[in-house]
């Protein structure tokens, strides 16, 4: 209910209150006060056991681990991995640790809302594109988890400097530019090198991204699981701030406007 409270006080009607922002951010990343929050790192794997399957990650050779004091001073720390598989066999602690993560999550990502930089410096450098990646794009973990990593991963990194908003159409133009032919790839007015180093940066998220939403338009029912439904909501959200900071080519952006289209002409069935 703190958490939530503070994630709470730093918007209104979904705009950030910077002031109020600011005065939370220094408050909570005050490392005075690191006891309330839950650590986030990544670990190799050849470190770990490798006898249990939540341990084995196809796509990495890192895994994330949360570490955390409790109210005896006492230290603790758990894969996120393992944390999801005991709290869904019942274990009732762990859901409970996951559950304070889940909020944790938010309020960072409020923090962070309309490019705070005083939250995204501290932020990003315990959360970095790679660990966020990770998370947001397992499937042994909670949805509702992995929604709040691509919350997070929107408003903590791609959502920030140096990405700026793109005119996808120029509906004015000099008649000396405008070409006696044209083609899709020639149309692309935004290719260049430094789009291409935000691509690289960005590339497995967006890979996530498209076959993510490839799933959801190939499922038989694709709104059937409610849960399911807040990942998939964060994603599209997701997708629509990389195609508004001129992420994709238009041959890209063709192909992925046809998922997205494919997506809304899904037929529920009664």
């Not at 598989?85 to 640790?97: L, T």
Request: glycine share 2%.
């Amino acid at each position: 209910r703190f958490l939530d409270y503070l994630s709470d006080l730093c918007v209104s009607n979904h705009i950030a209150i910077p002031v109020t922002q600011e005065l939370i951010c220094k408050c909570v990343l005050d490392p005075k006060n690191s006891d309330i929050l839950i650590k986030t790192e990544l670990r190799p794997v050849k470190e770990m056991s490798q006898t249990h399957e939540y341990l084995s990650i196809e796509y990495s050779e890192e895994e994330v681990w949360l570490t955390w004091t409790d109210k005896n001073n006492d230290h603790h720390e758990k894969s996120i991995r393992q944390l999801a598989q005991e709290a869904r066999a019942g274990n009732a602690h762990d859901e409970n640790v996951l559950s304070y993560y889940r909020y944790q999550l938010k309020l960072f990502a409020r923090m962070c809302l309309d490019r705070q930089y005083l939250a995204i410096k501290e932020i990003s450098q315990q959360l970095g594109v790679d660990l966020i990646f990770l998370c947001m794009a397992d499937e042994m973990l909670p949805f509702d988890l992995r929604a709040s990593f691509c919350h997070l991963m929107l408003h903590v990194h791609v959502d920030r400097d140096p990405q700026e908003l793109v005119m996808p159409v120029k509906f004015a133009r000099l008649w000396t530019e405008i070409p006696t032919a044209i083609t899709i790839k020639d149309y692309d007015s935004n290719l260049n090198a430094s789009r291409d180093d935000k691509k690289n940066k960005f590339a497995s998220t967006m890979e996530f991204v498209e076959d993510y939403l490839n799933n959801v338009v190939s499922e038989a029912v694709p709104f059937a699981n409610e849960e399911k439904n807040k990942l998939t909501f964060e994603v599209v959200s997701l997708a629509h701030n990389l195609i508004y900071f001129g992420f994709y080519s238009f041959s890209e952006l063709l192909r992925l406007t046809r998922t997205l289209l494919g997506i809304i002409d899904c037929v529920q069935n009664p």
